[in-house]
């Protein structure tokens, strides 16, 4: 590979310093946008769109009308919530210019995503390195997919792997296999995402069938030889019943080894927040499961499974 | 927690805080007799008439002789300071204080008899002369940029002290006395040492006679202090004959026969080491900041032998120690109006260092380092404060027990970078030896214990410092002239000829800084003598010299506290930015938006606003901030004390962010005039800080601060961000490399900011909340509401 794979760029949401639940130690997580799964919970759902979007932030508006005047298309208007004035976005006219988010004086209003090339998230990674190296972290990059952008992903892990640090990768594992041998030469750790066993569900639930995702999975743990954590979004509803689970941990037992780790994530309502910022509503409400229920769910996968825990 | 530490832990929830005049009395009647002494004399006498007099009582349940006041939980009003008007006294009794009616009467009587001639009013009355009616350093006192600003010629007359504990003042100044020679060798030795020297004692040099007079008052003192844990025996005996229960009485009875050995003899077991220890801190109270030294470590070989010989458990040392912090809870101190909203929330600071290396640099933790964190974690009482000094072999265990304490919300321990303290010892002359024995004196102010020595800081506000440059030298908080014209700011071409007329600024106020504390250190030399804490220095006795009239292996006895540093920085940047290299405003437009408050210069103040600022990793304002640190350490180096050594820059704003926001005008960071600083003095501006922690960390790494004494940076973290053992890890990892990396000092407040939003409005539910101010724990619903919104307005950390 040539020196201009550091200009390579891809459309990055947010770089998270000090990330203590997406990999061992302290890791810099890079988030991609884009996305070609549609999960009905998503949790990042400015994660979806490769483009750059508006995302507002009613509690902080003032209601100055500040960012009135200044948008090209007249998308902006003043509006009431319990008699306070606040500034309001027609997002069918909206083009995501970002024109209104300088005039914020108390901003309530950003652009999310932005074209950044590898040297620039590199730099980011590495401002944090002595950090990263004494707590055993490293780098995760996460989305999104950055199984959409191959080239920024593999040049990414490839300058980092260079640079001396760990790599990690939060993906759903839905590619091609090229794809998925092109970046796991360089990735110390997989997190692949399980959402569901049953494929005909899984595209109920994220818009793809789960056949394709699970052999990449197997692939990448048995012939790519890379340890992975298998990570499931516990959605209450949608994939916490105890078959699911169970199927899931026996996937794990006997297609990558018992002592491969599970991760159960609760679902959190991040997301409905974020679509409120985005101008959308989510399609459905759910409630985060509780304690005892994710306790529940975790001593059944441990019938299988060694290594069992909530949360990342 | 024992049933005995619960009841004690339970009774300490008092309304109000009873204020005692009896040491004022006793004192008073020893000071008529000895009229006409020398003052070294005079002091000890004084000394020993408390020590033989003042009401003693052992409190039920207590293992531990001694308590600060003749009452419990009593604060003894002083007679060393001002003077407690009726308007004053008033003020106390509407906050959390009462008085007897009777005593209230006889302290105004009092009053009248004692303050024309007390020490404190020749103190203010030196400090008047020299500084209230000097027509150069006059307007410099009122000018806001040392705290608090003068209102009239006379100075800080107003308001006295009322505190805990047995010994003489003044209190502040910080010291950690060796607490390791009472336990090991006893006062008999103290006095033996002195009878000696006056044996030996030939009047051949001109301080011959000074000498006898101290060795005498040493005698004195430390003779009326064994007669003083006698006195405690004598009581507890007389208790155990009266006590019906059988345990209680075999419990007094111990008491008794520990407090007839200690502290005359040597300690030989943990019972009497700690009581031993626990006299010796009485007696170097009163003061808001008596330090503990490395308690885990001068207590080890008596609770390892007691460990290894079964004569005490674990659970027994914790029940000790959790006792310890009852009765440091009851040890308050309270001071006139004007310095409570300085230092908020009943400020103390009786700092126990642990963890850190040994003098050959190898790990020092033990297991009482671990058993003190447990005490804290067990009881969550904010008293007393644990300070734990981090090193590259600090145990990730010790790192995790320490953040299950920080877990719990009772904001500590603090975390110390053992490399840059040492460094500050090292290059300040100290051998690398005796610098890795250092201690926390105050909230961050390293000390070795017995070597070194640090007079009260005054605050200096550099941002007002920054505002008189900007105003060639014209103050706008006294509308007069105070400093040098060092140009109209208009007429800088470049960034450099501004920065360095402001340099020039600064370090003309800031002599000025340190000639106000020399005036206080030499008037004090000769009205507080103090032979019982001088005489438990290195070389102590030998020396014959008050702790106050001689020159330390290291002469640290002057430092300068600088507040505001980031604001300036900030602001620094800010101009250089948008006035020197965009061109986008002139100098001219700035300085009438910020005479103008930024009234009407609303989208000016946006782009001030949003110029990359300190705290987020970003090497423009970093190192504007930097600098402003560097030339504060350069220009308090060029500045002599009355000890003989160079002004020590310290950098701990306590809570006078608030007070020293409020004298200085709006600065080109945005802020607006008579809003607070930035708190402490290496985090970030409120809410200015938008990458995380490691960012914070990084932008302090760029600031040098091996020449500080101390500095201070305050990270709130949500409950949330410490869940796990695996986030305790990872937090502890982080902690570690700021602290390796030149890092001084971390601390954190973990409390959500909901809950602190209801404990505003319903304080009576919220009453056992406690947050982490500066260097010292406080409950929440105590502070100041501007204090209370500083804290939750801190930023948060979600990790």
Redesign the interface.
Known sequence: MTQDYMDIRAPVFNIQSYSIHDGPGIRVTVFIKGCPLSCLWCANPESKHPGPQLMTYRSRCTGCARCLPVCPKGAVTMAQSDGKPYAETDRDLCDNCGSCVPACPSGAREISGEEMTVRQVLDRVLADKLFLDDSGGGMTISGGECLLYPDFTEALLCAAKQAGVHTAVETSCFSGRDTIDRIFRYVDLGLPDVKHMDSAVHKKLTGVPNRQILDNIVHIRSDLNVPVNIRVPVIPGCNDSDENITATALFTADKLGPETPIHLLPYHRLGESKNESLGKKMDLSIEPPSDEHMERLKSLAEKYVRNVQIGG | MTDRVRKMKDALKINKYPLCIEQFKLAIESLDRTAGEPMLLRRAKLHAHILDNITIFIEDGDLICGSGASKPFGLEMQYEYGVWTKDEVESLKSDIYTIAPEDEEELYRLNDRFASNSLNSNLIGEMSKSLGMDDRLWPFMKSGVILPPWKDRKGGSGGGFAMSGYGLGPGFFLVCVDFEKILRCGAQSIIDEAGQCLKDLRYTHGDSIEKRNFWQAVIIVYQAWIRFANRYAALADKMAGDEKDELRRAELLEMASICRKVPQYPAENFREAIQSFWFTFLMALPSPTTSAGRFDQYMYPYYKSDIESGRITDDEVVEYLEILRCKVMKINRVSGKANRAKNAGQAKWYNWTIGGVKEDGSDATNELSCLILESAKDTLLPHFTITLRVHKDTPPALMKKALEVVRTGIGMPAFVGDNSYINFFVNNGMPLRDARDYCMTGCVDGNIPARSRTQVVTFFIISQAFDIFMHNGYCRYTGENVGIPTGNVEDFATFDEFFSAFKKQFKYLLSMAAERNNVELIVQRDLFPDPFRSALMQDGVKDGKDILNKEFAIENSSCLGAVGGVNVGDSLYAVKKLVYDEKKYTMTELLRALDADWVGY?DMR?DF??APKYGN?LAGPDRCVSEVYALFAESCAENSTAYGGRVIPNAISISAHQPGGAVTGATPDGRKGGDILADASLSPDHGKDT?????V??SAMRVNQDPYQGTLLNMKLHPT?L??D??LM??G??I??YLT?GGKHVQFNVVGRAEMEDAKVHPEDHSELVVRVAGYSAYFTRLPVSIQDEVINRSE?K?
């Open positions: 609303e946006q606003i949003r990793n990458q995380g922690p490691i960012a960390f990084q961000s869940k796990t695996a986030d990872k937090l990892s982080m570690k490399t990396n950390q990790l």
